[in-house]
C-alpha cells in the first residue's frame, strides 16, 4: 500500500508539472491577485485525483473491483511482460486472446513501462485518477484562455470536477475511455491557439486511448472548421480522427478470431438490422446520466447553440446504436460539453456581468447538490451509505484474502468477477459461471455472495463426481482443487 502512494505521488507530481509548462504556455499570463486566486485549483485538483485512488484501493482491497475493465486489462499486462502480447482469457472465454481485438488502444504501449515498475492493477488506477485530476486543471486553463478571467476558471474547474458522471467514471473500475480527459482538454486548447504540434501530439494521444474517442475528436474538429472558420486544423482533425476510427476497426477484424463476435456489429447492430441492446438505454442509471450530460447544456445552449453539436456526434453513440449510457462512455463528451458552458458565460458575461455572475453562482450550487445527492464523493449520501457499510467489511476481507492464499503455483484459475483483479498473475483465469468449471482449471476459488443456486447444484456435482476436492470452505467463499482422478 505504501509503494503505491508513493508510486501516486510520483506521478501525480510529474502530471501537474506537466500541466503547469503546458498552462504557461497555452494560458493566458496574469499576477498579482488572479494568479494567488488560480494556483489553489491545482490543489484542488490533486485532492479529487487522490480522493478517486484512495476510494478506488478501498474498493480493489476489499474486493468490489472486478474483470470489467480492471481485472481484463491488468491480466493483459501481466501476460505481456510474460511473453504474450496484451492478451487475456476472458475475451476468449476458454482460451488467451489479444485484448486488441475488442478496444485499439495504443496507449498500453506506453503504460506499459509504468506498470512494469510494481505489477500492480492499482497502477492502472492511479493513472485514471490523476487523468480526471488532469482534466480539471485543465480545464481551468481553457476557460482562463477563452476568458481571461481567473474567477471564472476558478467557477467551471469546480463544476466540472462536481459533475457527477466525470466522478463515477473514475471509480469504474479502469477503463481508456477517461485517460483521453486530460489529452482531449489540451487538444481544445492548443488547437484554438493554432498550436499545431501540441495540437497533433494531444489528438494522437486521445485517440490512443479508445477507438471511439475519435467520434469526440471528429466533433470538435467539425466544430473548428464551421464555427471558428479553421480550415487547416478543423479539416485535419476531423479526416484524422474518421481515418483512424474506420482504421481502428478494421485492425480489430484483422485480429479477432472467427470465435469472437464482432464488436463492430455488436455495437452498431442497427446496420445490421438488429435491435441489440436497446432496451438497456431505458433504465434509472442511464436517465440520471442522460440528465447530467444535458442539464448545463439546456441551462446556456440559448445563449450558445453550439454546445449541442458538440455533445451530438459522441452522444449519438450511445444513443442511436443502442447502447448503454454508461459513464466512461459519455465522460469523454464531458470537455466538450463544459467548453460549451464556458462560452455561453463568456457571451452572457460580455453581455449582462450580472447575469454572468448568478448563472456562475447557481452553477456552483446546483454541481454541489448533484454531487451530494449523485456521486460518491466523501461529502455525499451515497458515499455513507455504500462505502461504509459495503465497502469497507473487514471480516468478509479476511476471509476472502484466506481463500486466494490456498492457490499456489501459476495454474489455470476458474473465479467469480470480483476477484478476478487479485488473481491476474495466472496466465488462464476463467469466469465463473460464464464459462462454468473449465476443465483446465486447477482451482477453483469463487466469491458465496456471487453464487445463484444453479452455480451451487454445479459445484455440489463437481466435488461428488471427484472431479474437485474442497480445500476450503468458509462463510464467504469457497476453494475447490482439482484431484488426481479430475477431468
Given at each position: 500500500m505504501a509503494k503505491f502512494y508513493l508510486f501516486f505521488l510520483g506521478v501525480a507530481l510529474f502530471s501537474l508539472g506537466f500541466g503547469y509548462v503546458l498552462n504557461k504556455r497555452l494560458g493566458n499570463r496574469s499576477s498579482g491577485i488572479a494568479d494567488r486566486l488560480y494556483k489553489p485549483l491545482w490543489l484542488w485538483a490533486a485532492v479529487i485525483g487522490l480522493l478517486l485512488c484512495t476510494q478506488q484501493a478501498l474498493k480493489y482491497y476489499n474486493f468490489f473491483t472486478g474483470?470489467?475493465?480492471?481485472?481484463?486489462?491488468?491480466?493483459?499486462?501481466?501476460?505481456?511482460?510474460?511473453?504474450?502480447?496484451?492478451?487475456?482469457?476472458?475475451?476468449?472465454?476458454?482460451?488467451?486472446?489479444?485484448?486488441?481485438?475488442q478496444h485499439t488502444l495504443p496507449i498500453f504501449f506506453l503504460i506499459l513501462p509504468i506498470y512494469a515498475l510494481l505489477q500492480h492493477p492499482l497502477i492502472l488506477v492511479a493513472l485514471q485518477s490523476i487523468a480526471v485530476a488532469a482534466s480539471i486543471a485543465g480545464m481551468a486553463c481553457l476557460t482562463r484562455q477563452i476568458s481571461g478571467s481567473t474567477r471564472m476558471a476558478s467557477v467551471i474547474a469546480i463544476c466540472y470536477s462536481l459533475f457527477p458522471p466525470l466522478y463515477l467514471a473514475g471509480l469504474f473500475d479502469f477503463h481508456g475511455d477517461t485517460l483521453a480527459l486530460p489529452f482531449i482538454v489540451a487538444l481544445m486548447a492548443a488547437s484554438l491557439q493554432s498550436r499545431v504540434r501540441i495540437s497533433l501530439a494531444m489528438l494522437i494521444l486521445a485517440l490512443s486511448c479508445k477507438e471511439y474517442i475519435a467520434l469526440t475528436t471528429f466533433a470538435w474538429g467539425v466544430y473548428l472548421?464551421?464555427?471558428?472558420?479553421?480550415?487547416?486544423?478543423?479539416?485535419s482533425i476531423a479526416i484524422i480522427s474518421a481515418g483512424w476510427f474506420v482504421a481502428a476497426h478494421?485492425?480489430?477484424?484483422?485480429?479477432?478470431?472467427?470465435?469472437?463476435?464482432?464488436?463492430?456489429?455488436?455495437?452498431?447492430?442497427?446496420?445490421?438490422?438488429?435491435?441489440?441492446?436497446?432496451?438497456?438505454?431505458?433504465?434509472?442509471?442511464?436517465?440520471?446520466?442522460?440528465?447530467?450530460?444535458?442539464?448545463?447544456?439546456?441551462?446556456?445552449?440559448?445563449?450558445?447553440?453550439?454546445?449541442?453539436l458538440l455533445i451530438a456526434l459522441p452522444l449519438t453513440k450511445d444513443l442511436a446504436v443502442g447502447m448503454a449510457i454508461e459513464n466512461h462512455r459519455s465522460v469523454p463528451m464531458s470537455p466538450l460539453l463544459w467548453y460549451g458552458v464556458v462560452r455561453a458565460l463568456h457571451k452572457i458575461r460580455t453581455d449582462n456581468p450580472?447575469?454572468?455572475?448568478?448563472?456562475?453562482?447557481?452553477?456552483?450550487?446546483?454541481?454541489?447538490?448533484?454531487?451530494?445527492?449523485?456521486?460518491?464523493?466523501?461529502?455525499?449520501?451515497?458515499?455513507?451509505?455504500?462505502?461504509?457499510?459495503?465497502?469497507?467489511?473487514?471480516?468478509?476481507?479476511?476471509?476472502?484474502?484466506?481463500?486466494?492464499?490456498?492457490?499456489s503455483?501459476?495454474?489455470?484459475?476458474?473465479?467469480?468477477?470480483?476477484?478476478?483483479?487479485?488473481?491476474?498473475?495466472?496466465?488462464?483465469?476463467?469466469?465463473?459461471?460464464v464459462t462454468g468449471a473449465h476443465p483446465a482449471a486447477e482451482y477453483i476459488v469463487l466469491d458465496k455472495s456471487k453464487l445463484s443456486a444453479k452455480d451451487t447444484a454445479v459445484l455440489d456435482s463437481l466435488a461428488s463426481h471427484g472431479h474437485y476436492?474442497?480445500?476450503?470452505?468458509?462463510?464467504e467463499a469457497i476453494v475447490l482443487h482439482k484431484s488426481n482422478g479430475g477431468k
Amino acid at each position: 500500500m505504501a509503494k503505491f502512494y508513493l508510486f501516486f505521488l510520483g506521478v501525480a507530481l510529474f502530471s501537474l508539472g506537466f500541466g503547469y509548462v503546458l498552462n504557461k504556455r497555452l494560458g493566458n499570463r496574469s499576477s498579482g491577485i488572479a494568479d494567488r486566486l488560480y494556483k489553489p485549483l491545482w490543489l484542488w485538483a490533486a485532492v479529487i485525483g487522490l480522493l478517486l485512488c484512495t476510494q478506488q484501493a478501498l474498493k480493489y482491497y476489499n474486493f468490489f473491483t472486478g474483470a470489467f475493465d480492471l481485472g481484463v486489462i491488468s491480466q493483459a499486462f501481466a501476460n505481456t511482460l510474460q511473453g504474450e502480447f496484451f492478451s487475456n482469457t476472458f475475451i476468449g472465454l476458454d482460451k488467451n486472446v489479444s485484448c486488441f481485438a475488442q478496444h485499439t488502444l495504443p496507449i498500453f504501449f506506453l503504460i506499459l513501462p509504468i506498470y512494469a515498475l510494481l505489477q500492480h492493477p492499482l497502477i492502472l488506477v492511479a493513472l485514471q485518477s490523476i487523468a480526471v485530476a488532469a482534466s480539471i486543471a485543465g480545464m481551468a486553463c481553457l476557460t482562463r484562455q477563452i476568458s481571461g478571467s481567473t474567477r471564472m476558471a476558478s467557477v467551471i474547474a469546480i463544476c466540472y470536477s462536481l459533475f457527477p458522471p466525470l466522478y463515477l467514471a473514475g471509480l469504474f473500475d479502469f477503463h481508456g475511455d477517461t485517460l483521453a480527459l486530460p489529452f482531449i482538454v489540451a487538444l481544445m486548447a492548443a488547437s484554438l491557439q493554432s498550436r499545431v504540434r501540441i495540437s497533433l501530439a494531444m489528438l494522437i494521444l486521445a485517440l490512443s486511448c479508445k477507438e471511439y474517442i475519435a467520434l469526440t475528436t471528429f466533433a470538435w474538429g467539425v466544430y473548428l472548421y464551421a464555427k471558428h472558420g479553421r480550415t487547416k486544423a478543423g479539416l485535419s482533425i476531423a479526416i484524422i480522427s474518421a481515418g483512424w476510427f474506420v482504421a481502428a476497426h478494421i485492425l480489430q477484424e484483422i485480429i479477432r478470431p472467427d470465435f469472437i463476435p464482432s464488436m463492430f456489429e455488436d455495437h452498431y447492430a442497427f446496420l445490421f438490422g438488429r435491435n441489440a441492446g436497446r432496451t438497456f438505454i431505458f433504465n434509472k442509471q442511464n436517465a440520471e446520466n442522460l440528465v447530467f450530460l444535458l442539464a448545463p447544456t439546456l441551462l446556456v445552449c440559448m445563449a450558445y447553440p453550439w454546445t449541442l453539436l458538440l455533445i451530438a456526434l459522441p452522444l449519438t453513440k450511445d444513443l442511436a446504436v443502442g447502447m448503454a449510457i454508461e459513464n466512461h462512455r459519455s465522460v469523454p463528451m464531458s470537455p466538450l460539453l463544459w467548453y460549451g458552458v464556458v462560452r455561453a458565460l463568456h457571451k452572457i458575461r460580455t453581455d449582462n456581468p450580472m447575469r454572468a455572475r448568478w448563472l456562475a453562482h447557481a452553477l456552483v450550487i446546483a454541481g454541489l447538490l448533484c454531487s451530494a445527492l449523485y456521486s460518491e464523493t466523501p461529502w455525499s449520501q451515497r458515499f455513507y451509505r455504500i462505502w461504509r457499510r459495503k465497502y469497507w467489511n473487514p471480516q468478509q476481507r479476511t476471509l476472502l484474502q484466506e481463500a486466494l492464499a490456498q492457490i499456489s503455483g501459476n495454474g489455470a484459475v476458474s473465479t467469480t468477477m470480483n476477484l478476478h483483479p487479485h488473481l491476474i498473475n495466472h496466465r488462464y483465469v476463467y469466469i465463473f459461471p460464464v464459462t462454468g468449471a473449465h476443465p483446465a482449471a486447477e482451482y477453483i476459488v469463487l466469491d458465496k455472495s456471487k453464487l445463484s443456486a444453479k452455480d451451487t447444484a454445479v459445484l455440489d456435482s463437481l466435488a461428488s463426481h471427484g472431479h474437485y476436492v474442497v480445500r476450503l470452505d468458509n462463510a464467504e467463499a469457497i476453494v475447490l482443487h482439482k484431484s488426481n482422478g479430475g477431468k
